[in-house]
């Protein structure tokens, strides 16, 4: 239901796994993610599940089917998980972008492979 929710009030889509979710919204030509979440036992084995980058796979392209040129995310201090979401998202090949006291800001610019790439959707 949650995900309805985020889709009707506000046109944030997500992919859920079995373990962890990423929020995302289309702006024009960028994708946005808004969250990524991975349950806390499973943190530290992210390398190892696959789930991450399956994940990060499938946003890359979701983008490029939505004609996007640019993932963007925004990490604010405050949160507890910045610093492994600031390395999990750099993982991903997204780059700092801007370092505030506040937030950092990754992005990448996406390659068109992506959109034909066969990455199995994951909901």
């Not at 036992?41 to 696959?50: A, H, P, Q, S």
Request: aromatic share 12%.
């Amino acid at each position: 239901m949650w995900r309805d929710y985020l889709k009707e009030s506000q046109q944030i889509d997500s992919i859920v796994g079995r373990y962890s979710f990423l929020t995302y919204q289309i702006l024009d030509n960028v994708c946005v993610i808004h969250d990524f979440y991975i349950r806390p036992e499973y943190r530290k084995l992210y390398r190892g599940t696959k789930e991450a980058l399956t994940i990060a796979n499938r946003i890359k392209q979701i983008a490029v089917e939505n004609g996007c040129d640019w993932i963007g995310s925004e990490i604010y201090k405050a949160n507890p998980q910045h610093d492994y979401i600031v390395d999990l998202d750099c993982h991903w090949g997204l780059e700092k972008a801007e370092e505030t006291p506040y937030k950092t800001v990754l992005q990448m610019k996406l390659e068109k492979k992506y959109a034909d790439d066969k990455i199995p959707s994951n909901g």
